[in-house]
């Protein structure tokens, strides 16, 4: 029973935040490399953020210093910060999960996110 449930979104203003959560379980959580990605209608899907069982980071330059990921190995849980929304923004946002040994890959099924006015 791999699973990886996202919420939080929601519709926003420009300039706005939200924060988007991301419960797994059915999994070794702790070992595992943590990513949210994000998909607009009609565009490729896209790393925004993804974090290390160690704690490293990497974010898309499109994200960088807007969003935050971090990661409650107590929760099972990771979290993406987003602040100074912009409409490019607009997605929905999976969670990803991948295995450090054999890169095997859990996908959530997404949350929305729409920012506009």
């Known amino acids: 029973q791999v699973q990886l449930v996202e919420s939080g979104g929601d519709l926003v203003q420009p300039g706005g935040s939200l924060r988007l959560s991301c419960a797994a379980s059915?999994?070794?959580?702790?070992?595992?490399?943590m990513g949210w990605y994000r998909q607009a209608p009609g565009k490729e899907r896209e790393l925004a953020a993804a974090?290390?069982?160690?704690?490293?980071?990497n974010y898309a330059d499109s994200v960088k210093g807007r969003f935050t990921i971090s990661r409650d190995n107590a929760k099972n849980t990771v979290y993406l910060q987003m602040n100074s929304l912009k409409p490019e923004d607009t997605a929905t946002y999976y969670c990803?999960?991948?295995?450090?040994?054999?890169?095997?890959?859990?996908w959530g099924r997404g949350t929305l996110v729409t920012v506009s006015s």
């Open positions: 990803n999960s991948k295995n450090p040994v054999y890169g095997t890959n859990y």
């Open positions: 974090i290390t069982s160690g704690g490293s980071t």
């Open positions: 059915g999994m070794t959580f702790s070992i595992n490399t």
